[in-house]
């Protein structure tokens, strides 16, 4: 049973840019969240996707966006990217109003 | 506002020393409580969920509980393999869509 998969594992990009992250979701899950990790910090919840619709989001700006397809998995897009979004981005499942949040390995995104 | 603090931030503790990890957190309703470890450079792992005052969980070395204000994570007779970062997260039951982290403490288990 495939756990929480996300790609790519490290990218680095340049100041400005835009990135875009892939997640697939644990087998039998239909929610994904995604968090963003700095170094010596807890994670912090970005937003929440369910039936290919944003649930809630954090305190995060307009910049980071994101999109579930029918297939549960899911993508975080981040645009004119800045210095201080240098981070590890994480991806969880599960099922809707599920306990239970399985998180992936993450993407590390390193911003020049 | 809901909020998860953890303390200590880093514990370095003897193979074999017993010790407690503390979570303590606000929140408006507690619909879960979670605890996860993470290795460096990886996602976290997940450990237990706790709903309710009074309830406790075991996995191996270690053991979950929680209060009405707070939970901690014992580790007994700790191991090398046990170094890692522990996290503890909330879920409200007004907004169970967001978990909720605290920082982290940082175990380190000396052979």
């Known amino acids: 049973d495939a756990g929480v998969t996300q790609s790519p594992t490290h990218l680095i990009k340049t100041r400005g840019q835009q990135v875009t992250l892939r997640c697939s979701p644990k087998?039998?899950?239909?929610?994904v969240s995604w968090y963003q990790q700095a170094l010596g910090q807890g994670p912090q919840f970005i937003f929440q996707?369910?039936?290919?619709?944003?649930?809630q989001r954090g305190n995060f700006p307009d910049r980071f966006s994101g999109h579930q397809f029918p297939n549960y998995s899911s993508e975080l897009n981040v645009n004119a990217l800045l210095l201080g979004d240098s981070a590890l981005y994480l991806c969880?499942?599960?099922?809707?109003?599920?306990?239970?949040?399985?998180f992936g390995e993450g993407s590390w995104l390193t911003v020049v | 506002e809901d909020q998860v603090t953890q303390s200590p931030e880093a514990l370095r503790l003897q193979e074999g020393e017993s010790s407690s990890l503390n979570c303590s957190y606000t929140?408006?309703?507690?619909?879960?409580l979670f605890w996860y470890r993470q290795d460096p450079g990886k996602g976290p792992e997940f450990l237990f969920t706790l709903y309710s005052a009074g309830e406790e969980k075991e996995k191996e070395r270690l053991k979950a509980t929680l209060t009405k204000k707070e939970s901690f994570l014992h580790i007994t007779a700790p191991k090398p393999e046990d170094s890692a970062t522990y996290l503890c997260a909330v879920q409200a039951k007004t907004s169970y869509d967001k978990v909720i982290f605290g920082p982290g403490t940082s175990l380190s288990v000396i052979p």
């Open positions: 996707y369910y039936e290919e619709e944003e649930r």
């Open positions: 087998s039998g899950h239909d929610t």
């Open positions: 969880a499942s599960s099922l809707v109003d599920g306990n239970t949040i399985y």
């Open positions: 929140v408006s309703g507690l619909r879960g």
